[in-house]
């Protein structure tokens, strides 16, 4: 992307809250991987979900991470839901936010859908225990 046009003030605010969010190491690895084919999604969501709605001051992180987690889980996107989980630590969302998140899924969204979310929840809150128990840092990018 090095002779892309210059990026706006709009993608500077939401790489920024997308590092905040997902951390740098894993934000750089997404970058990494980004090729001419992708470049225009990665540009779109990080403007229009990092910089728009995520830098919006009306929601704190944490609200955000619960209210996205909600919504993925709903939507049946696994790896999505993982990766919002995973960020948790940075965004202030408990685990116990996250269970009452899911418990509204069961209710508006399905029960079938919770109790899939439910399972990525701790497998993916066992793999972050594990992590910090290692030292070790998650690799799934996104």
Known sequence: MSDAKPLSVRHAQGMATRRAVLGGAHVDRAQALTT????????????????????????????????????????????????????????????????????????YAGVPAANHAIKIAKKTFDQLDADAAFGGEEQDVR
Do not use: Y
């Open 36 to 107: 001419p084919f992708d470049a225009p999604f990665q540009e779109l969501i990080t403007e229009a979900a990092w910089g728009h709605v995520w830098s919006r001051p009306d929601f704190t992180p944490r609200e955000r991470s619960i209210v996205t987690i909600a919504l993925l889980a709903a939507l049946g996107q696994d790896e999505e839901v993982a990766m919002h989980i995973r960020a948790t630590v940075n965004t202030g969302a408990t685990r116990e936010d996250v269970r009452e998140a899911l418990l509204h899924v069961a209710i």
